[in-house]
C-alpha cells in the first residue's frame, strides 16, 4: 500500500514540474525548456538547434497536407508553392491561424514590404504619326504603340523592359499601379485651312494593354481620353492616364498606346497640318514628351 503511494505521489511531482531537454533545471514560467548547450556531463562546447517539422505546403489555404491543423501549429516550409494571392516560400517558418497558414515575419521581410518597387521610364523624343496611323474613315482607327528607350528607373527589377516593341514584361505576380502621360500635338486642321483655323475638337485615348500569350494578342486593359477644344487642337498638349491598379501575372506583358477614339464620321481627324506628333516644348519648359511609370503595390514577398 504504501509502494503504491509513493508512487502516485512521484507522478504527481513529475507531471506538475516543467520540463528541461538538456537542463536539469528549465525555467520555472516554461512548461518545455531546450537548452542549446550540451547536455550535462558532456565535455563537448559545441551548440545545437531545434528542428522544427519540415513540411511542402501546397499554399497558404491547404488542409489536405495536415489534416485538421491545431490553431498554432508551427512548421518549416521546403517548397515554393501555390498561385497569388495563396502562395508559401521554401525556407520560411509558418503557423496555423485557424484560417490559413501565416508566414512569421522578419525584419528583411518588413524593409521589403514598406521599400517602395517602382519602374520609370520616359522620353524625349518626338515620336510622329501620320494621318494614316491616327484616322480611319469608318469603323475603329488604329493603335499607336508610345515607344520609349532606356528605363530610368527600376527597384528591385520588378519589369522587363524590351526596346524592340516598347513592351514591359512583369517579374513579379501581383498588383500595379499604372499611371502615365504623353505630351501631344493632333495637328487637327482641315484640308484647304488655313494652320490658324483648326478643328473644333481632338480626342485621344491613351491606353495600357495586357498581353497574356507573350505578344500575340492584346487587349484593352485601362484608359483615359482627353480632349482638346475649340483653337486648341493644333497646339502641344497633355494627355495622362491617372494611378490605376492592374492584376498582373508574372510574364504578363503590357504596352502603352494612343488612339484616336473616332473615326472619319465625328469629324475628329488629326494630322490634316501634317504629322501629328508627341513632343516636347523646351522654349516653355517641358522637356520631356512621354513618360510611365509602373509601381508594385501588393505581392507576396519572398
Known amino acids: 500500500m504504501k509502494k503504491n503511494l509513493f508512487a502516485i505521489l512521484a507522478i504527481n511531482l513529475l507531471c506538475a514540474q516543467n520540463v528541461g531537454i538538456n537542463t536539469k ?15 550535462p556531463g558532456n565535455s563537448g562546447t559545441s551548440k545545437k538547434g531545434f528542428l522544427p517539422p519540415r513540411v511542402s505546403l501546397n499554399g497558404t489555404n ?3 497536407t495536415i489534416p485538421n491543423p491545431a490553431n498554432g501549429l508551427l512548421i518549416f516550409n ?18 496555423w491561424n485557424n484560417t490559413n497558414w501565416e508566414r512569421l515575419v522578419y525584419t528583411s521581410v518588413v524593409q521589403e514590404a514598406v521599400n517602395p518597387r517602382v519602374f520609370y521610364i520616359e522620353g524625349s523624343d518626338n515620336q510622329t504619326f501620320t494621318s494614316a496611323n491616327m484616322n480611319i474613315a469608318t ?22 523592359f524590351n526596346s524592340t516593341g516598347s513592351t514591359f514584361t512583369a517579374n513579379v505576380t501581383g498588383i500595379y499601379e499604372f499611371s502615365a502621360f504623353v505630351n501631344y500635338n493632333p495637328m487637327a486642321t482641315t484640308a484647304g485651312v488655313p494652320a490658324s483655323s483648326y478643328q473644333k475638337r481632338a480626342f485621344l485615348n491613351l491606353k495600357i494593354q495586357k498581353s497574356t500569350d507573350n505578344g500575340t494578342t492584346w487587349n484593352n ?26 492584376q498582373l501575372n508574372q510574364g504578363d506583358r503590357v504596352r502603352l498606346v494612343i488612339a484616336n477614339p473616332f473615326n472619319s464620321t465625328a469629324s475628329n481627324d488629326h494630322c490634316g497640318a501634317g504629322n501629328c506628333y508627341i513632343g516636347i516644348d523646351a522654349a516653355n519648359n517641358i522637356p520631356t514628351s512621354k513618360g510611365l511609370q509602373i509601381q508594385l503595390l501588393d505581392y507576396n514577398i519572398k
Do not use: C, H, M, Q
Open 25 to 39: 533545471t528549465p525555467d520555472t514560467s516554461a512548461i518545455l525548456e531546450v537548452s542549446a548547450d550540451s547536455p
Open 62 to 64: 491547404d488542409i489536405s
Open 78 to 95: 521546403t517548397a515554393d508553392a501555390g498561385v497569388y494571392p495563396n502562395e508559401v516560400n521554401a525556407n520560411n517558418f509558418y503557423y
Open 139 to 160: 469603323g475603329t482607327p488604329n493603335d499607336n504603340i508610345v515607344t520609349f528607350t532606356t528605363p530610368s528607373i527600376n527597384v528591385k527589377n520588378i519589369i522587363t
Open 221 to 246: 486593359a485601362i484608359g483615359s481620353r482627353s480632349g482638346w477644344g475649340e483653337d486648341g487642337a493644333g497646339t502641344l498638349k497633355t494627355a495622362i492616364l491617372l494611378a490605376t491598379p492592374l
